[in-house]
């Protein structure tokens, strides 16, 4: 016994909310996305190009699914009153808003490292800036495969 | 009330680093998703994660729709005195938890 | 000659039980490490809220779980591992949601819980848990054998508009790709699952419904036998293998 096939309307609904359900795709020239990642990075530092080093982005480089990405951003860093991080920020490229998270630490942290998970719209470039307690900025970026699931769920 | 999961030690001896994971249930609806009428679903997410460890703040979390749905949060915070640690999740809708735990610390 | 014969036939069935393998396997490690630390495991929210739920007693009759249970770590070991199982009242096999709702209504008097609600997948992940690390042992149930039938032949029949078996993804082309996802042999041992696709627990049905809706089937309402009859096949296909629940899927 066959299962009965759709009527084409829920067909088309399903096609036209299909690619929505998972995450949004927003279509911009190639060229904008770095130069607003790096926009946004600057706004956070006040105009300040951050170093490259003393971060390590941890992240899969092909992830399984966009919509939970685990991230570990660690900093270099003694941790003491008179050395240590005072925050660490993570921007994106292509989702619909460049800000991921922003975190506040401080000596009493004693370690530099934060992991939570993310959601990524699409394959793009992701950057980790942390700020010192002497108002250097260092950072570290990294580049993500992000591919979305093979097959048009419905509304289940 | 969300539900939330805590894991951090319940004794430390002094100075010593600890980690401090949290989970909480919550949808973070970024505000960018169609539901299934075509209509964008209104932002509703976390916005600010506090830790205050015996009323001073030793870490804090600004979030973004990019962060997932049901998030994690995993830091370190030094162990320097026996007391309470709180948590409190803050966002849209007037969201707003707080949950504890007691650390002893020796030494 | 015989002695060759059966060696060769021991060979090949243990190269293909070995060939099974768990979702798991067809994750990346990122994911595999949500799943192995309860730490980081979505799904352990719901089971916090089995737990609590296990033994409230503010609904219908005042007995909660635990009243006739008790201890769900000892009463609940190895359930979940022998679920879909045949219901001598209903006449036919019912998955542990159903198995939980029928407790609800014929023995607490109280409402049923909907399919999928975060209630009734919290008890189930709850209860699926005390099999965790357990083979999937679904009983060898006479009264079963029809059932299984009909699961097996609908696992191989071609449906939808893209006229596709289960079989024909998941036992003849687990490994490869379906658009950049890898295809696994899908096996239902880690049900209910936190799925990052759906950013939220789920339970078997939900996935096969989802399947169906992906080949352009209409999908079997939830809770129909026809449903239970593919959970019913999986569960066998799946027996020896160890129970994960309650696991983290792309």
Redesign the interface.
Known sequence: MLAKTGPSLKRRRLLAGGAALGATILVRPAAAAPDELAAAVQAWTGGIKPTPGRVKFDIASLVDNGNAVPVTVSVDSAMTAADHVAAIAIFNERNPQRDVARFTLGARAGRARVSTRIRLATSQKLTAVAKMSDGSYWSDTVDVVVTLAACIEGES | MARTLIKLPATARRGEVIEIRTLISHPMETGYRPGADGQVLPRNIIRRFTCRYNGETVFSAELFPAIAANPNLIFHTLATESGKLTFTWEGDNNFSQTESAEITVTG | MRIILFALCALLSLAAAAQRMSGTAF?????Q??QRDD??N?A???V??GEAAWRRSDEGNGKSCASCHGDAASAMRGVAARYPAFDAQAGRPINLGQRINQCRVGRQSAAELPAESDALLSLESYVALQSRGMPAAMPDDARLQPFLAHGQARWQ?????LNLSCAQCHDQRWGQR????IIPQAHATGYPI?R??W??MGSLQ?RL??????V?????PAGSLELVELELYLAQRARGMEMEAPAVR?
């Open positions: 994750m990346g490690p990122s994911t490490a949500m730490s980081l979505p352990m929210l719901w916090k809220e029949q071609r449906m939808g508009q379906l658009g950049s996802s936190y990052l696709e950013q939220a939900r419904r989802n399947c169906l809706n992906g352009r089937a209409a999908p079997y792309p």
